[in-house]
């Protein structure tokens, strides 16, 4: 079992839908949790950052962490055809290593 | 403020060759990480270095090697390349005090032939 699974999709949903993507994780040491994005041909590109369980909200994006549940959530609001890329989840808990998901491919169809 | 760059961007060689990597991570960045992409595998971690010194290492064979210099820069390299090599190789840089916020470059994408 890898220590963080989230579904490769691809997804595809209709420009102003609501997004919505997860991630489970096992190791209850994980500190810190990160959505990052990646265009095609480009590296990650780091879009929200988290420590505690709730909400993190920045403009049209919302982290969500549940720790008990071991489950994070990135939320999409008003999707953009500029949101169309990889998104990709990852996890700290030290040595500057981070652990991360597969990746979902996102598109969003205008 | 400039971000983390990598070279070459680009490269193809063949099997049993040796490849150098580069990356200039974020000023003010003493900490450099690498990674490997594939579609198969996603991000995996290779190493961490900070201040010249390795601090972290992922489940590689010894053909993966860096160094990190007294600039901050830092190169990778592999030694008798195989297929299963090609792969998208990101450089990540952050301070180095442990909150895991890494910024990546655009990766260097090697071809093994």
């Known amino acids: 079992q890898k220590e963080v699974e989230q579904d490769p999709g691809p997804l595809s949903v209709p420009e102003g839908a609501i997004v919505s993507l997860n991630c489970t994780y096992s190791n209850s040491a994980f500190q810190y949790f990160m959505w990052y994005r990646q265009y095609s041909r480009k590296g990650p590109e780091l879009l929200m950052y988290?420590?505690?369980?709730g909400n993190k909200e920045d403009g049209r994006f919302t982290a969500q962490v549940d720790k008990s549940s071991k489950y994070i959530s990135l939320f999409i609001r008003d999707s953009q055809p500029s949101d169309s890329a990889t998104y990709l989840c990852?996890?700290?808990?030290?040595?500057?290593?981070?652990?991360f998901g597969t990746g979902t491919r996102l598109t969003i169809i205008p | 403020k400039a971000g983390v760059t990598q070279t070459p961007r680009y490269l193809i060689k063949t099997r049993g060759q040796q490849v150098t990597l580069s990356c200039s991570p974020i000023s003010g960045h003493r900490s450099v990480s690498w990674y490997q992409q594939t579609p198969g595998q996603g991000l995996q971690f290779l190493f961490e270095?900070?201040?010249?010194?390795?601090?972290n290492k992922g489940n590689f064979p010894g053909r993966f090697s860096g160094r990190q210099f007294s600039n901050s820069r830092s190169e990778m390299n592999v030694s008798t390349l195989e297929l299963g090599d090609s792969a998208l190789y990101l450089c990540a840089s952050s301070s180095g005090q442990n909150t895991g916020e890494l910024f990546f470059g655009e990766g260097s994408r090697l071809t093994v032939l």
């Open positions: 270095y900070f201040s010249e010194t390795q601090r």
């Open positions: 990852a996890m700290y808990f030290g040595n500057e290593k981070l652990t």
């Open positions: 988290t420590y505690s369980s």
